[in-house]
């Protein structure tokens, strides 16, 4: 086993490794994408690509992942540019993890065609030393036990925010439901809340989801929005308007990365501080739906996404 | 044929009626309604009534209609007593409109058990003199050529808002598209701008639907919120959480009422004044929801509006 960045440790021997804000654990994948309109070829995936993309756009991520060695390591170079530590990314010999998936009927629907999990399957999370006291930690949606051997890793990060997927509840949910426990912010689809609470209503359900652990929950609703529910009630957030959805694989771990990274930057981690990310999060997501894989946000300028946020701002502001 | 309230009529031999802020133009039924929890027995419906139910906290309204000679005029002093003048309303020998229906799988779905039209059959909208140049003139969901009767009773109001129903669309859409072309404002749901322009996109469509009429469109998704399509651009708007649905009958023309009850209450018919009323509105239609057929809103003090009002605003301010 290697590490991406080598020439990078090295040099910190003497200047040691800055602490990341974020750490992030998920997959590095690749992905092959057809829409309603067209297909993408095979392009970078996976959930700590996604999510480290947004992130990174206001403040300094570490990723942590596996790929093998057929993986196109010079593709991740825009992540590198944005400061993103790519230390925790472990190369093995085998294939990369690969999807390849089709949406349907105007995105209202996603079919999966092939899954190769490669040397993901053998994922064993291992955080560098200077990963493991990151003010914000995120686990995005593998297997909990993976999830609680990294939560064992880490001392005291100031807010542990995790996703999950429904396979997980599935085959491991008492698991899910420890690392639920020790979370302080757990990202939820709609069906997953009903499926871990039996409640139809989402917000009975957020609450419910409040008592097993995490002080606050996000409620994503894809195109129709979503809503955090925590100390202070709900907050109702709406997704920023798109006309020409080319793909929107990535986009949901890009929402992720955009609160996290925003909340990371202001440096107080509250809920009013949650709120706030909230809309900027639209925001990223936005423009990670225009584009395939994570190609939406690459080229984007900060003042490209402060002017978007303007208009969206002005979209929501009662008058 | 008679008309309620005569006495009130006598009465304005020497002192001419009110003109009203808003007339509505639309059903006056009763309704019997299932839920997945209960049923209602009979109780009022028509979108006349549940819009005056709405719009009357907020300014005075006239309500245009027709009943059968078994309605339970008592029924409307709830109305009466806001000062909905409701001597546009015909009664009529024969029986009143009724609609049963059932709403299911949490009512995500509804069907219709029976529809009687009774004397609604033979409605001719005719507007007493005094309801002839109102603010705001609202034609409810009722065939396209009733409704270019009515525009043609009316001497420029200041604003003409619509809505319309899928039947009408199939059945009589040039006559829909003549009114449409003198509206305003279109309240439209999410199917009906997909049927009307072609357009999935639902910010495509309401774009499209501005170029054959009307200045502004509203676009009601039910609990995922509404949007408004203006001058302005977009402006979003959320739904009201609630946990505990009872009945979501008439909510939609509430909202409409609430909408235009703010605005015409406000005095100037902006944009601006649109995006304020649809707070508002919002919750009108969260307390609609809460009770069967008008009951919800019925019982609700100026001040739990208020309440409510400001609760909303704290769960969509950005802090």
């Known amino acids: 086993m290697k590490k991406i960045a080598s020439a990078r440790k090295a040099r910190t021997i003497s ?51 596996v790929v093998g060695d057929d993986y196109p390591l010079k593709d991740l170079d825009f992540l590198r540019k944005r400061k993103v530590d790519l230390s925790g990314v472990d190369v093995k010999p085998g294939p990369s993890f690969l999807w390849e998936g089709r949406y349907l009927e105007n995105f209202l ?38 999830q609680q051997q990294v939560l064992n890793q880490v001392h005291r990060p100031n807010m542990v925010a995790i996703d999950t997927f429904k396979l997980w509840i599935d085959v491991a949910k008492p698991e899910f439901l420890k690392v639920l426990k020790r979370s302080d912010l757990f990202f939820a689809n709609d069906d ?36 955090l529910m925590g100390e202070q009630g709900i907050f109702l957030s709406n997704t920023y308007p798109i006309s020409d959805v080319v793909d929107p694989t990535g986009a949901g771990d890009a929402y992720a990365g955009g609160i996290m990274g925003h909340l990371a930057a202001e440096g107080r981690l509250t809920e009013n501080g949650i709120r706030r990310a909230m809309g900027w999060a639209s925001v ?36």
Chains 1, 2 share one sequence.
């Open 192 to 227: 997953e809340v009903r499926w871990l609470t039996g409640e139809h209503n989402l917000f009975k359900g957020a609450q419910a989801l409040r008592k097993m652990g995490p002080k606050w929950i996000i409620v994503k609703k894809g195109e129709h929005g979503s809503f």
């Open 109 to 146: 629907s996603r079919e999966t065609i092939r899954t190769e999990l490669g040397v993901f399957a053998d994922f064993k999370p291992n955080l560098p030393q200077h990963y493991r006291s990151p003010k914000i930690l995120f686990l995005a949606a593998i297997h909990p036990q993976l």
């Open 284 to 319: 990223i997501g936005s423009f990670y739906v225009e584009g395939f894989g994570p190609d939406g946000l690459k080229q984007v300028t900060r003042t490209q996404l402060q002017k978007r946020y303007r208009d969206f701002y002005r979209m929501i502001q009662v008058p």
């Open 15 to 65: 200047n040691p490794p800055a602490i990341p804000s974020v750490v992030v654990v998920g997959s590095v994948a690749q992905d092959i994408i057809h829409t309603p309109f067209t297909s993408s070829g095979l392009v970078l995936g996976g959930s700590a690509v996604h999510f480290s993309n947004a992130a990174s756009f206001f403040t300094s991520v570490g990723m942590v992942g």
